[in-house]
């Protein structure tokens, strides 16, 4: 089978193609494309990747555990009454660390947390404030 460098695609069914591994000696081509790294490169790139991931630590770092809200459903009962808050994390700004760190607030003014609906950054403040009401940054 001779390589069709320089011609357009074929389109449609090429399942005879990929399957066929009986090849001419004749036709029998191997190509080899090699790149030798230059001694002081592999020391450059390593030095690279090293930079981009101390800014990257950086740069997420404190401001982003410090930004970190999340809106949840409370209830309690006797009689039963729920509500919708918003509260502040301090944690890992993710759903798991934000309930185990709403559910000893509220407990403590006998609130049963129900559910975290999403954590998010500053910008989602405004936006939540009017349905937070009384439970906006609370708890």
């Known amino acids: 089978m001779k390589p069709n460098w320089g011609q357009p695609p074929e389109t449609g069914n090429i399942n005879a193609l990929l399957s066929d591994n009986a090849t001419s000696k004749a036709h029998e081509t191997k190509a080899v494309i090699e790149y030798r790294l230059q001694p002081g490169q592999v020391g450059c790139m390593k030095h690279a990747l090293s930079i981009g991931a101390l800014v990257a630590l950086l740069t997420a770092g404190p401001s982003a555990a410090a930004e970190c809200y999340a809106d949840y459903k409370a209830k309690q009962d006797s009689p039963l009454r729920l ?10 700004c993710a759903p798991g660390p934000a309930v185990k760190e709403l ?37």
């Open 83 to 92: 509500h919708y808050g918003v509260a502040q994390i301090q944690g890992s």
């Open 103 to 139: 559910q000893p607030r509220l407990a403590a003014n006998g609130w049963t947390l129900l559910t975290v609906l999403s954590v998010f950054g500053p910008e989602g403040l405004a936006q939540r404030k009017g349905d937070a009401g009384a439970n906006y940054l609370r708890y």
